[in-house]
């Protein structure tokens, strides 16, 4: 195991899951590990969302094994009661609240069926720099959700997610059916907090999870863009429609199949990450049974991602001194990797700053 | 995990268990883990306790994989006898013992149904410093017996047993059944090696799990008196009484039901414990199926406990810096824990005078 | 746990298990930890074995869940191409190899029924140097083959093999059957990578697992000899012989189980081995269902082993400053750790010197 800690980022939104994870049920305390902090998610009787550390002030007992009580959260060990603020409001035999009795609140917003939160001082916490996603409830779009769990660093997902080259590989029997996303130029372009990414994919074979629909020498392209947005949000319009004549930019073949995934990871610590995501298409372009079919390939790529990530992690551990070589597919994540490491070294700066002034 | 490492006290009796759990069988091997040590406990064929480290000082083999002969254990790797002092007495192929040869012994000893390991010179061990209990074969009383494991320091499960305060919360379904516990004011008063705390709690009603014995208008009086000596034996006689009309001292309601708990917790190490339980009742108070009904629980209550604890155990792994806020029911644990501390700089003390001399 | 790293050997074949475990199926990538490394193992078309990192130079995704493809296996994470010498034939998307991009390889040779791998420079690889054994092909035995899997440091499993008076005590149930074995006197020798070692048991019952064979009252004579190189190979003629009245040197009885087993321990990491072995008899003293008795006994003796050392190791990790004494037994083991230590040392005196020059 490596020794140094990872820093991640703090002024920024991590994902905490769908919003149906969070119900008003009165056992609903939900509990999250984000960044190395466990999180309590709960919701005010008017389904307000509150966000706070998972553990009581005084001895460190988890809020998540306690009693929701209206808006507030009972600690069930000495029955210390804290408000949405996070503030005490009752410690039972006392008349005072003692000074400090209060759990750090974090700012929580549901957005396009996601729950986000800010772990940063939540004066500071700024909606706009939510990622723009297509949420389950968008009436223009019929997705199916879903989430897992892998054994990795959350460096490693990113590398994944801004590199659709291996699809070929690790995707030859869902997503993938031929070496073709291996061998296209990816156009990055940097954003203040991410990368964007398009793919153009020309003359190919149907995705192999889609295979069967087609006719078998039928020929399609692929238009993809991609926002990949710090910590690791993946926002994708991947479009198949039947091959065109266009030589340059997006295909001007039919649409065949409009679809979009949002994709959320969220780095747990060190060493594991929460993936919540979706995938469907517009309801322009649905037909009966393809976002079932969708929603099983995905999570069967996904688990095959989990697979190969697993075992890439066991061998970075065993072999933590190792020489990596690079190869050109290592241009998007090493743009978005430059990225995050920016806006870390920013955060570490501000830090020395605000220490010192 | 922490790196600070648990340092225990050595000069102090820890329960090794109940008496039954040690058979004079053939196979009866048994290991315990106290305090960071294993422990091999075994009966001579008169029935006397040996207690000795489950470690053969040849190469390491646990003892407790061996084999029982006569008073003398033997080791199943090379096959080394040891004498119930400790002193090998065969080194199968060899005519003369090698020097050193020895496993170190521990004073060993049985009171009111337990056994008691002394840690440090077996030369120091005071059978009175073991503390009073009553055990399950004593006549005047109807007594069942248990045992659990919990993930945790003992440290706070000291905490926990030094305040009933949480009787409220954490056993509001079994022992509690309103928030009296966390209302009352306990009397505290330090003894050489513990505390004694009395509780008394005037007309509240039944205990949760007794409720249904009574008219569910009846208010009840219970005087409470628990002895807490190190490093963490909780002896408690528990009075359920018809509510009086006395105003200070105890109750003088009529005594509905006398019981006493026997209570042993065991540090295996700085971060699990073993703990042996019993509970029950005065044979004259006693009636039929009222002593399985508090074994149950008894059991469903430490179940309670086991859960918050370590949920705490794993926040405060999680935030090993975070500050903790006291509360005005933390004087119990408090003494207590500033009791241990002083036996321990005791130690540490007497420790460096004899390394100096 | 320990903090100190084992070193291992490098210049030294290990065994990679039976050659049987390799097939030429296009899924057969076998990875073993030898010596914390991680090896991927398969077969080129035409048989030849291949043993390589398992750990793409890339970004450490394991070869092993890659894909066969002729003599060359592919990482499935990006699709790179390596063949049989480790070498980079292919950068799906790219027209150059970038510099660097190999897998270090091993040499890796088949030898009587078992794989083996040189951990050092594959240019030095002596197969000299590769232990003698009998192998389950050979045509004058009948052999049958097994593997377990033991957590231990594989110097207490040369300690083991190097002593068979443990026989008398591990193995009362299996192989032994009185303490004849920890009675008398080995005679070892030295040799350049290893010790020899010779056994004579006179005029004893049958070994318990073939007691039923024989009548009750006969006795036998047992010749033993045992080759035991590094890092921990042994091989051992047993052959069982009426009690003969030769007063010296080997029994002359008549033979009448004439038995052979060939045992190599590989160190997977400080804290497990795995153990590949075989037992059976010759050809000439063969009878019906002896092989399989055998077979049935080897394993359940090498649990019996597995215990001793699992639990042993848990004592030594749980007490590491504890002083161990020495006896008579201790002569086998001790030569053979000492002959492992000198050719340690001298590799790491050889490393200086090359580092120097």
């Not at 199916?144 to 699809?167: C, F, G, P």
Request: with cysteine; hydrophobic share 40%; aromatic share 8%.
């Amino acid at each position: 195991m490596p020794t140094k800690t990872e820093t991640f980022l703090q002024n920024c939104w991590y994902c905490a899951g769908w919003g149906t994870d969070v119900g008003l049920g009165s056992r609903d305390l939900v509990v999250r590990k984000i960044a190395g902090r466990s999180i309590l998610l709960y919701r005010t009787p008017q389904g307000a969302l509150v966000a706070m550390e998972d553990r009581c002030p005084h001895r460190s007992a988890p809020l998540s094994l306690g009693r929701k009580e209206g808006d507030a959260v009972r600690c069930m060990y000495h029955g210390m009661l804290f408000g949405p603020d996070g503030r005490c409001r009752q410690v039972p035999g006392m008349d005072k609240i003692p000074p400090g009795a209060n759990v750090p609140t974090l700012a929580a917003v549901e957005k396009d069926g996601w729950i986000w939160v800010w772990l940063g001082d939540p004066a500071t916490a700024d909606p706009a720099l939510i990622c723009e996603a297509v949420g389950p409830a968008d009436p223009d779009w019929v997705l199916k959700t879903n989430a897992i769990r892998i054994q990795t660093n959350y460096r490693q997902e990113i590398a994944n997610l801004a590199d659709l080259s291996h699809v070929s590989w690790v995707h030859g029997e869902t997503f993938g059916g031929s070496d073709d996303w291996s061998l296209i130029r990816p156009r990055h372009k940097n954003l203040p907090r991410g990368i964007e990414t398009r793919y153009t994919v020309r003359g190919v074979p149907a995705p192999n999870f889609a295979k069967h629909l087609f006719d078998p020498a039928a020929r399609f392209d692929i238009d993809v863009h991609v926002t990949l947005t710090v910590p690791c949000n993946f926002i994708m319009s991947f479009r198949i429609k039947s091959a065109g004549d266009a030589t340059s930019g997006e295909s001007n073949g039919d649409l065949l199949l409009d679809t979009f995934t949002s994709q959320a990871v969220t780095p747990r610590d060190d060493g594991s990450i929460d993936y919540y995501f979706s995938w469907g298409t517009s309801k322009a372009t649905w037909f009966p049974g393809i976002v079932e079919l969708m929603h099983a390939t995905n999570l069967d790529a996904f688990l095959e991602d989990k697979r190969i990530l697993e075992g890439q992690r066991e061998r970075q551990l065993q072999y933590p001194d190792a020489p990596q070589i690079d190869i050109v597919h290592d241009a998007g994540p090493g743009r978005m990797l430059w990225v995050l490491d920016k806006l870390l070294e920013q955060e570490a700066s501000d830090h020395v700053a605000e220490t010192v002034a």
